[in-house]
Structures are given as C-alpha cells and as structure tokens.
C-alpha cells in the first residue's frame, strides 16, 4: 500500500477563505458588504473562544461581524426578539446562535425563528428538509467542511461506500444526507447498532462524530479506507491535557490511505464553512432582491 496522507484541513480550509475572499470583494464592488451576526448567550468559556475566532476570521476575509451578548438569564422572549430584529435587517446576511444556550431558553423556537435564508449554521427544519430532498441550501458547516476534504482527497465519490458514525442533528444526520447527494451508499452508525465494527471495516469512506476518544481503531477499519475524525475530545495524556480525535490515530495510520489528523483536520474547516455560507447567503439575498426588482418592473 502506498504511504498514508495526512489530510491537512488547515491548508484546505485556507483555500477556501480565498475563494471567500473573492466573492467578498465581487460583493463589495456591488455596494454589498457581507454581514454576519453572531448571538452569544450567557457566559460558557468555550463558546467565547468559538465565538471569537469566528468574529477575528470574519475580519480576515472582509465579511463585517456583529457581536450581540446576552446574558446569561436571558428569556426566550428576549431572544426571539433580538433574532426578529436581525431578521428584518436588510444589511445582516448570515445569523448564528452560538449553542449551548442557558437551560431557560427554547433552543428549538429560537433557531427555528432565523430566517432560513439568514441561517448560516443549516439548522432550519426548512434546510434540513431542503437537504435531505437533495436541494441546495445552507448546509451545516461541519459537514460541508467534511464532504469538501473527502472531494479533494478521493475526487469522484460516486457509488463509494460511506459510513457515518454518529447521528446527531448537527453532524451525522446532515453529513449522511451530502454524501447520499454525491451518490456515496451511505450506512449511518450510532450507539444501538450492533456489531459496528463489522460494519465499518465495510466502507470506502469512514467520517467518525462520536465524541468518543479513540473509539475507531485499525480493527473498524479496510485497508486503504479514507477516514475523517470530526471528534474533539479532551483528554489527560500523562498529566498533560491534549486533544484527541474519536479514531485511534497512531493505530488507523498504517491502515488507511488517507486521514485527517485532530486537531488540524475538520476543525478549520467548520469556520471556513461558515464564511462560505455567509457570503453565499449574501448572494442568495442579492439574487431574491434582483428577482424582486424584475418581478415589480415587469
Ligand atoms: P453527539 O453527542 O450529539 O452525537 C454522538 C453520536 O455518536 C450519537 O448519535 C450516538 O448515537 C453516537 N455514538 C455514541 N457512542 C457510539 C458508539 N459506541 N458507536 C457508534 N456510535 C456511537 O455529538 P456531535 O455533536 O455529533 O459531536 C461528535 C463529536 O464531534 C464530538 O467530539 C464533538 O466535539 C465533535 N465536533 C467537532 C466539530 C468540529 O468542528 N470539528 C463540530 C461539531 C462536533
């Protein structure tokens, strides 16, 4: 077998703001500045960090970003509110609710009252559903991100076997329902299923969210698969804390014939996705406008 390849997500990821970048400046040249509003609510450590380097990589690529914070015994309806206002502004293109949000605070109402076509993060019934039928919608960036480093590593995906371990909402189920689009046999693993293993060592294609760390060894997997380790988890290594993927690294290596490394592989790409959806959002925006204007002129 050939020398595995490390699948290197932070030069992807680069790649991809670049072409952000351009359409930003194509925007701009049309008297349209990108906007992205980023809702914090409360005070959790890690959310801060997220949100502030999604603000700082915004900044780098020219789309504008605004900071709402919130506090942390912020009711649903305070929070319906803020998102109302934001949906009725013409100059925001892209909102985010960064989650966790507090116990007291609908999480459901209030992702469900983003505009769908403000919804950046893809979590909308009406852009899951749009997903799934195979249309093209703001799609969550994690699995964007993902599906974009499987097209640069393997080219053509038709007819691979792909399988997904995890099922949540936010990446199994959206990152099972793009590689059905790109024509993959997809098989979706999660907690109940037996005999995963079996299964796994399966697929062509492996993308593990389980949050397990170093759950997926060489024993899941065939030789010569692709693998993507979405997982981030934190672990004590020796008294030192350090962070591992869900696939036991060191043990899929010689096994596979591409992998992405954690961290360094996904984790770029789910901002970069987000840039990507903010300025297709914008476009989007731009379009129905222009729409608007052809229908009221004609
Ligand atoms: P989640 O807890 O919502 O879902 C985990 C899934 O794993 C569940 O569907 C569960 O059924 C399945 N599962 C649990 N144990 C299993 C087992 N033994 N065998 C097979 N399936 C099993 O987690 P999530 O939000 O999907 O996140 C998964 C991981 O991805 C976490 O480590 C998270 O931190 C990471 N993550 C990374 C990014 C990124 O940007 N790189 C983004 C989102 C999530």
Redesign the pocket.
Known sequence: MNTPRLIDGKAAAARVLIEVRKDVERLRAQDIQPALAVILVGSDPASQVYVRNKILRAEEVGIRSLEHRLGTDTSTEQLLDLIARLNADGSIHGILLQLPLPAQVDELRALQAIVPGKDVDGFHSENVGGLSQGRTVLAP??PS?CLYLLEQTCGDLRGKHAVV????????KPMAALLLKADCSVTV?????PD?QALCRQADIVI?????PR?IDASWLKPGAVVID????RIDDAGRSRLV??VDFDSALPQVAAITP?PG???P???AFLMKNTVTAALMQQHSLSEAVCHSIS
């Open positions: 960036c994690t991100g371990i995890g099922r949540s909402n936010i990446v199994g693993l999660h907690s109940r299923s995963p593990a969210a389980v949050g397990r759950l979405v997982g981030i988890n993927g869900d954690v592989g996904v984790g790409m789910t901002i």
